[in-house]
Each structure stands twice: as structure tokens, then as C-alpha cells.
């Protein structure tokens, strides 16, 4: 029996506001993983937020490979994984970019309230917005069991 998702399925899972757990090659060490939140767009790349001067930062550069977990912690179970290169980084925007993105996952007034407590990080111009192209799919659904 075959538990995978389609391209629409898993498109729109990917799409929803979830947690991610993103995995970062890190040579010496075991990949450096670490929970974000991110955005999707069907057929587009994927992109994160982080700071240029965290160790995440520090890690990602065009090119490198990295994964993408996110999952369903409720039964039934489901989850997309990804995996491709950073295809770009760009400075991040703190109306532009910091605010959707809590928006997406806070709320409306809990997104402006989050990206004005970092409004004096974002002044200092570490942030920064990773995009990765995705090249492979892992995906699981077992309300597909039937």
C-alpha cells in the first residue's frame, strides 16, 4: 500500500504554516539542525530567516545542501521532507520579510509585536533571507492506510 503524497498533497502540506526541523551539512560534527519557520509557495523555492552571525549563518552558503522536516505530530501521521542546495541569500527586510513571516505563524498583531521586539537586531544588518531550491521529495501520509 502506498502512503505517498502527490504533488498537489504534499505542495499544500508544505505550503501550511508549520515548524520545520532544517538539517545543515557541518563538517567534523553531525548536522547542525535546528527548528525554523519558513514559507512555500508551489513550484517555487523555499526560504527561512536567520541571522548571518549564528552558527546556522555561518553554515549556509549558495550551494550548500541542505534538508527540511516537517511533519504532522498528530495521528494520522504525515510528513514532507526536502532536500536541495541554498540557491540565494539576500538581507532580510524587517517589514518585508520578518513580519509576514510571524504573521504566517503568530497571528496578525502577534507578527507586528514580534518583528518590533527584533526591530533593533534587524538594525544591525546580520539578517538575512535563505532560499533553497527544492530537488527531492520524501513524503508520507498514513491516513492513506485505508
Known amino acids: 500500500m502506498a502512503f505517498s503524497m502527490t504533488k498537489a498533497e504534499r505542495e499544500a502540506f508544505l505550503q501550511a504554516a508549520r515548524i520545520g526541523v532544517l ?51 498528530a495521528s494520522p501521521y504525515r510528513y514532507v521532507s526536502v532536500e536541495g542546495p541554498v540557491s540565494a541569500i539576500a538581507p532580510s527586510d524587517l517589514l518585508a520579510d520578518l513580519q509576514p513571516m510571524a504573521q504566517r505563524y503568530l497571528g496578525q498583531q502577534g507578527g507586528i509585536d514580534y518583528a518590533a521586539s527584533l526591530a533593533e537586531s534587524y538594525a544591525r544588518g546580520h539578517a538575512i533571507k535563505v532560499f533553497v531550491s527544492l530537488e527531492r521529495w520524501l513524503t508520507v501520509d498514513y491516513a492513506k492506510r485505508g
Request: glycine content about 12%.
Open 23 to 73: 538539517a545543515i551539512p557541518e563538517t567534523g560534527r553531525g548536522p547542525l539542525t535546528s527548528p525554523v519557520w519558513y514559507d512555500y509557495l508551489p513550484g517555487g523555492d523555499l526560504w527561512f530567516l536567520t541571522q548571518s552571525t549564528a552558527r546556522k549563518g555561518h553554515l549556509l552558503q549558495p550551494g550548500v545542501r541542505v534538508s527540511l522536516l516537517v511533519q504532522e505530530t
